[in-house]
Nanobody, 117 residues
Framework: QVRLVESGGGLVQVGGSLRLSCVAS????????MGWYRKYPGKQRDVVAS???????NYHDSVKGRFTISRDLDKNAVYLQMNSLKPDDTAVYYC???????????WGQGTQVTVSS
């Protein structure tokens, strides 16, 4: 199973920026659409940004123009640049392949983002 490790979260003020990183234990980025998921307490994970195997990006309306997803195939890494952060962005963020996928993976521990007002 592929392991995913997220990092880069933290406490930031409204309007601030963070850059999240996710590293996969195997080379899966070229064969999967990778997504960054946001999870609020008691809610399911929702995809906020994704990048396809050919590099096409998509964003949830709530983050368009503020978040940018990118990847480094050589490092098996996916990034999420988060700008103009809002209190509603406070959540735990995970990365993983989006459905459907033939890749067996374990969810990482996620990284907590907290935006203070």
């Amino acid at each position: 199973q592929v392991r995913l490790v997220e990092s880069g979260g933290g406490l930031v003020q409204v309007g601030g920026s963070l850059r999240l990183s996710c590293v996969a234990s195997e080379s899966i980025l070229s064969t999967n659409t990778m997504g960054w998921y946001r999870k609020y307490p008691g809610k399911q994970r929702d995809v906020v940004a994704s990048i396809t195997s050919d590099g096409t990006t998509n964003y949830h309306d709530s983050v368009k123009g503020r978040f940018t997803i990118s990847r480094d195939l050589d490092k098996n890494a996916v990034y999420l640049q988060m700008n103009s952060l809002k209190p509603d962005d406070t959540a735990v963020y995970y990365c993983a392949p989006t459905f459907p996928t033939a890749t067996y993976y374990l969810w990482g521990q996620g990284t907590q983002v907290t935006v203070s007002s």
